[in-house]
């Protein structure tokens, strides 16, 4: 089992900045790959960017590669998501994810078995 806590979530105008945490507790030492999803009302939960734990390797979604990165400190078994140039069209509930399992569509939602709480990322106009 995993155990995720996010935070950093907020309200920010268009433009500005934030920067989500999310801390693993448990079996992190099996952690194959980590990532941020994202759910808007009334849309399905999206895949927003993923690292592999050991490997380094990242995925982005093209909405927010060059201004999302995704990063890690595997000493703290902590994954990061550090938001830049942030638009309205990003508000949704921010969900971190935790996979012990490989594959090739390891940054998809469905390989996630284990997700924090969520944060509320509001980005005003």
């Known amino acids: 089992q995993v155990q995720l806590v996010e935070s950093g979530g907020g309200v920010v105008q268009a433009g500005g900045s934030l920067r989500l945490s999310c801390a693993a507790s448990?079996?992190?030492?099996?952690?194959?790959?980590m990532g941020w999803f994202r759910q808007a009302p009334g849309k399905e939960r999206e895949s927003v960017a993923a690292?592999?734990?050991?490997?380094?390797?990242?995925y982005y979604a093209d909405s927010v590669r060059a201004r999302f990165t995704i990063s890690r400190d595997i000493a703290k078994s902590t994954v990061y998501l550090q938001m830049n140039s942030l638009k309205p069209e990003d508000t949704a509930v921010y969900y971190c994810g935790a996979t012990l399992r490989s594959g090739s569509r390891w940054w998809a939602r469905d390989a996630y078995d284990y997700w924090g709480q969520g944060t509320q990322v509001t980005v005003s106009s």
């Open positions: 690292i592999r734990w050991y490997a380094g390797s990242t």
């Open positions: 448990g079996r992190t030492a099996s952690t194959y790959a």
